[in-house]
């Protein structure tokens, strides 16, 4: 499970009150979700949801805690539910590998500033939380396919990577978890984010990774139709749930060179945090506008 999908740090900002819009139809169930949310009903409810999940899927036999800080909440132990790398959590804010290499790569990267301008492709789970609490302008964002970009669908504006609706050089540091093997035409989505960075900025983020190989294209859109070039894989994700999002690659070694036709000035892997957290750990990119 992704951390994205476990949607579900102890913290309000991930809880958030669905906002209330001017559909009137709509307006029964956020008020309902506001109750929920207000009473602390909703938090207790996704809390308890998402420790089953893990707990289904854990292995007693390799079951333990291991004594290192959380690098998102600094819980001072990760607890190993199997031997994976999607096994290890925190067991307070249910941070995972990735968002914890993420942010790792984060402090050393961006300096903590409060005039920093922060675009996160998501508006839940640990890493939205971690960078919430780290800086003070977040802007965050879902995609709905069938949502116009810039429009609000339970309470969080839709964007379309590939078209994102905000100005030039909006924001100094882009992040994304487990995103871009889900974009159709993943340059154009690097163009957008390098056009909303200002000069400077950073985009810092994970994709499932090939560390010994080339990109493998798994999907093509051809005249509004998906045509598999592999087997089918799916991933998980938050809103549309388990096995729901196609991926249309499997990144490898020549993602920096997608990067940098996209526009960027310099683009790498950074591999520090390969076995870092419980001897597992991801590569991330950092690429640099």
Request: net charge negative; proline share 4%; hydrophobic share 40%.
């Amino acid at each position: 499970m992704s951390d994205n999908s476990a949607q579900l740090l102890i913290n309000p900002r991930l809880w958030r009150p669905l906002r209330v819009q001017k559909d009137k139809k709509s307006l029964p169930f956020r008020v309902v979700r506001a109750v929920l949310y207000y009473s602390g009903i909703l938090k207790v409810a996704h809390y308890t949801r998402a420790w089953g999940s893990f707990l289904r899927s854990a292995n007693f036999d390799e079951a333990g805690f291991i004594k290192q800080d959380c690098g998102l909440c600094g819980f001072p132990r990760l607890i190993r539910l199997y031997e994976s790398d999607s096994g290890i959590r925190c067991p307070r804010c249910l941070g995972g590998t990735t968002a914890m290499s993420l942010a790792a790569v984060i402090n050393r990267e961006v300096p903590e500033t409060a005039s920093k301008r922060v675009y996160e492709l998501s508006t839940r789970g640990p890493l939205y939380a971690y960078l919430s609490d780290r800086f003070d302008h977040v802007t965050g964002s879902e995609f709905w396919p069938e949502v116009q970009p810039g429009d609000w669908q339970d309470g969080f504006q839709c964007q379309n990577v590939e078209h994102l609706t905000y100005a030039d050089e909006s924001f100094d540091l882009l992040t994304s978890t487990e995103v871009f093997e889900h974009v159709v035409d993943d340059l154009q989505g690097y163009r957008e984010a390098r056009r909303v960075l200002v000069p400077g900025g950073t985009m810092i983020f994970s994709v499932p990774l090939l560390l010994d190989q080339d990109t493998i294209e798994r999907a093509v859109m051809r005249d509004g139709q998906i045509h598999h070039l592999t087997e089918p894989e799916y991933h998980d994700d938050a809103i549309r749930g388990p096995n729901k999002v196609l991926a249309f690659r499997t990144y490898g070694l020549d993602i920096v060179d997608r990067l940098l036709e996209a526009g960027f000035r310099e683009a790498v892997i950074d591999r520090s945090s390969l076995g870092v957290f419980g001897g597992y750990g991801r590569a991330i990119i950092i690429a640099r506008a």
